[in-house]
């Protein structure tokens, strides 16, 4: 039985796919150009148009799928919400910003999401919404009287006529949709993976819709500017994704349409220098033993023991672990690179009890299903359960395993050069990161305080 729902993501209108796990089907719908896997709607996603949806009938052409023009925009989430007399809401206003800070709720996760450019800001446990005239009244309709405080230091809304993109009206011409075929066919020639070439063929399908009515032909570099402040710093996106739309539009207008455009003066934002995030052993200690499922505890013990990125824990198979030479092979990981890592008995013991007990058919680490892999969003439940259980307060992701596996290293005597090497840097500078958060050469360091 499959589901079909219009959804908006990334900036876009989607047709969001629903159906019992099938890989045949899952291969014949990555054949659709624009095709995506969501994390967030944990399904399919593909092009809200016709040419997309009728190579959709043709995969699901034995079920009743709903006609083309049925598929009106989705409504903003109101009738699902679920009243909590003991949990208050707090909104503070702050410029052309709204700071929201509430319990955690799926069904008003799922109403926050609905809005136009809303984050969650892990670091500081809250909510950011852009602040659009209509948006305040927008939240103090839906949480009603759980909203227990409204602070107002400082109203700037953004105008309505002023927002980067009005997505309902902007919506992709053939031309852009052309555009995006050819940039896709370009990558796979080029053999980009399947998550750098949906990241870049999204980031170039905004930037373009942005564009209009101008052409691709037509875009010149003050654009690209123009682009920057309206669209990524007016709804605070960060660095990171500033720099993917650059490195897609380089991509298109240099290798693709051959473009006048100086693609020189498409400059990339100043970088930034955040410091990785790192546990202590103690720390890391506690997270592992406190998982008592022998698949969970692998899992994370893995991660940590060879500081693998979670792609590269989810892609093992069994055959990659050498239990002869105390090795642990990854194959095919970022930038197309194999690279093999030392691992210990401990962990060789380890692997031996889970594979006795689980008996993984293709993938080291399965899922419900047998034969596929364990899902992503499911390893990071896992570990946000384990910090739960160990009671440490801090937003801890799956990185900062891989953080904190390269900085022990290091403050146990290990060669940066060997250290690069087991993590698959490219550049010994992106190792050196690591020096800088190592605390054993800073406890030497004695602060002239002491002498006063």
């Known amino acids: 039985m499959v589901k079909i729902s219009k959804v908006f993501h990334r900036g876009m209108n989607r047709l969001k796919i629903e159906f019992p796990f099938d890989s045949k089907i899952a291969e014949a719908i990555k054949k659709i150009d624009g095709y995506a896997w969501s994390q967030t709607h944990g399904a399919w996603l593909i092009p809200h148009r016709e040419v997309a949806f009728n190579q959709l009938h043709a995969i699901f052409k034995e079920e009743d799928i709903p006609q083309f023009e049925s598929f009106d925009y989705p409504e903003k989430i109101t009738s699902e919400r679920t009243w909590f007399d003991n949990q208050s809401i707090v909104i503070e206003v702050v410029g052309d910003k709204i700071i929201l800070k509430v319990p955690k709720n799926e069904a008003d996760i799922k109403f926050l999401k609905s809005l136009k450019f809303s984050r969650w800001n892990p670091d500081n446990y809250r909510w950011e919404i852009p602040n659009y005239d209509e948006t305040i009244e927008d939240l103090k309709s839906y949480f009603g009287k759980r909203l227990s405080k409204l602070t107002i230091k400082d109203n700037e809304p953004i105008a309505v006529k002023s927002r980067a993109v009005k997505p309902e009206k902007a919506l992709p011409t053939e031309e852009i949709y052309a555009h995006i075929a050819l940039f896709k066919k370009w990558m796979e020639h080029k053999r980009y993976g399947p998550s750098s070439i949906c990241t870049y063929t999204e980031a170039l399908q905004i930037f373009l819709v942005f564009m209009l009515p101008k052409t691709a032909q037509e875009i ?221 050469s800073l406890q030497k360091i004695k602060s002239p305080f002491d002498d006063l």
């Open 220 to 440: 010149v570099a003050d654009d690209m500017i123009r682009f920057v402040n309206e669209y990524i710093i007016r709804n605070n996106l960060s660095y990171s994704y500033q720099n993917q739309f650059v490195n897609s539009a380089k991509l298109f207008f240099k290798q693709v349409i051959k473009s006048p455009l100086d693609i020189e003066k498409l400059e990339r934002p100043r970088r930034e220098h955040k410091l990785p995030n790192v546990l202590s052993k103690e720390e890391v200690k506690a997270i592992l033993t406190c998982q008592k499922n022998t698949k969970h505890r692998t899992m994370l013990s893995l991660i940590y023991a060879c500081g693998l990125r979670r792609s590269e824990l989810l892609s093992l198979r069994p055959k990659d672990i050498d239990s002869k030479r105390y090795i642990l092979k990854i194959i095919n990981a970022k930038g197309k690179k194999d690279r093999i890592i030392p691992i210990s008995e401990n962990i060789i013991e380890m692997l031996r009890a889970y594979y006795k007990l689980y008996k993984p058919k293709i993938w080291l680490f399965e899922g419900q299903e047998e034969q596929t892999p364990y899902s992503e969003k499911s390893l990071q439940s896992v570990l946000k359960q384990a910090v739960e259980k160990a009671g440490i307060n801090k937003p801890v992701t799956l990185h900062w395993l891989r953080h904190s596996y390269a900085t022990h290293l290091l403050e146990s005597g290990t060669d940066l050069r060997y250290i690069q090497e087991l993590l698959g840097h490219k550049s010994s500078k992106t190792t050196e990161i690591y020096t800088h958060v190592s605390t054993k």
